[in-house]
C-alpha cells in the first residue's frame, strides 16, 4: 500500500524553525511531484510548494518565499521541509502529497500522508 508518512511538527516561538519530513513507503518518489500542503482551522488546504524529485527548481508559494525550503534525499525515499522565521500564521496541519503534475492544486495530487501540526506562538 503506497504511504506517505510526515513528522516533525510541533511548538515553536515566532521566529523559530521547524523542519518536517515525508518519508514514502510501496514506492518510489521519483516519479512523481510532491507537494506541501498546509490547512489552518477553518481555511481550505492551502498548496505552500512543491518539488520535482528527479530534478529542477522546486516551486515557492509567495507566502513561504525565501523563509522555506524544499529538499529531497532519494536514497531515503524522504522529501523534507526546512521552515525558518516562522510566524503564527503559518501554524496549520501541515500534509505532503505526491501526484504527477506540477501545480499545488490539492486536486492534483493523488496521495497523501496524515498531516503533522505546526503551531507556532507569538
Known amino acids: 500500500q503506497l504511504q506517505l508518512v510526515e513528522s516533525g511538527g510541533g511548538l515553536v516561538q515566532s521566529g523559530g524553525s521547524l523542519r518536517l519530513s515525508c518519508a514514502a513507503s510501496?514506492?518510489?518518489?521519483?516519479?512523481?511531484?510532491i507537494g506541501w500542503f498546509r490547512q489552518a482551522p477553518g481555511k481550505e488546504r492551502e498548496g505552500v510548494l512543491y518539488?520535482?524529485?528527479?530534478?529542477?527548481?522546486?516551486y515557492y508559494a509567495d507566502s513561504v518565499k525565501g523563509r522555506f525550503t524544499i529538499s529531497r534525499d532519494n536514497a531515503k525515499n524522504t522529501v523534507y521541509l526546512q521552515m525558518n522565521s516562522l510566524k503564527p500564521e503559518d501554524t496549520a496541519v501541515y500534509y505532503c502529497?505526491?501526484?504527477?503534475?506540477?501545480?499545488?492544486?490539492?486536486?492534483?495530487?493523488?496521495?497523501w500522508g496524515q498531516g503533522t501540526q505546526v503551531t507556532v506562538s507569538s
Open positions: 502529497a505526491a501526484g504527477r503534475r506540477n501545480t499545488l492544486r490539492p486536486n492534483d495530487y493523488d496521495y
Open positions: 510501496a514506492f518510489t518518489l521519483d516519479y512523481y511531484y
Open positions: 518539488i520535482n524529485t528527479r530534478g529542477g527548481s522546486p
